[in-house]
């Protein structure tokens, strides 16, 4: 079956720091551009991060640069994100995506450029 699973959510203080981490089989996460976007309650969904399917490139919403790391380890299968530094404001639902097509730039922070989704994992941050 082709999914992905988030995992690492929870409910933290300011200033703390999480680790998301999103799992699939091997055919579901190589050779993709995969990426992290979030939902708040009454909101779209906003990408977050993204990564290319070598791990060689980034991209990082204005929000979260500096605090947020998103990582990728093929041989896992498995793609992370480190948050440091979290805000009452990153308080949401955290989807991982893996993207369809090869054009990192143009496709990695539209989640109309998506093809498959994980479940979501509640990140909750209280000030």
């Known amino acids: 079956q082709v999914q992905l699973v988030e995992s690492g959510g929870g409910l933290v203080q300011a200033g703390d720091a999480l680790r998301l981490s999103c799992e699939a089989s091997?055919?579901?996460?190589?050779?993709?551009?995969l990426g992290w976007f979030r939902q708040a309650p009454g909101k779209g969904r906003m990408f977050v991060a993204g990564?290319?399917?070598?791990?060689?490139?980034?991209q990082y919403a204005d929000s979260v640069r500096g605090r947020f790391t998103v990582s990728r380890d093929n041989d896992k299968n498995t793609m992370y994100l480190q948050m440091n530094n979290l805000k009452p404001e990153d308080t949401a639902t955290y989807y991982c995506?893996?993207?369809?097509?090869?054009?990192?730039?143009?496709?990695?922070?539209?989640?109309?450029?998506?093809?498959?989704w994980g479940q979501g994992t509640q990140v909750t941050v209280a000030s």
């Open positions: 995506g893996r993207a369809s097509g090869a054009d990192f730039s143009r496709i990695i922070d539209t989640p109309e450029n998506y093809d498959l």
């Open positions: 091997k055919r579901t996460f190589n050779p993709y551009v």
């Open positions: 990564i290319s399917a070598r791990g060689d490139r980034t």
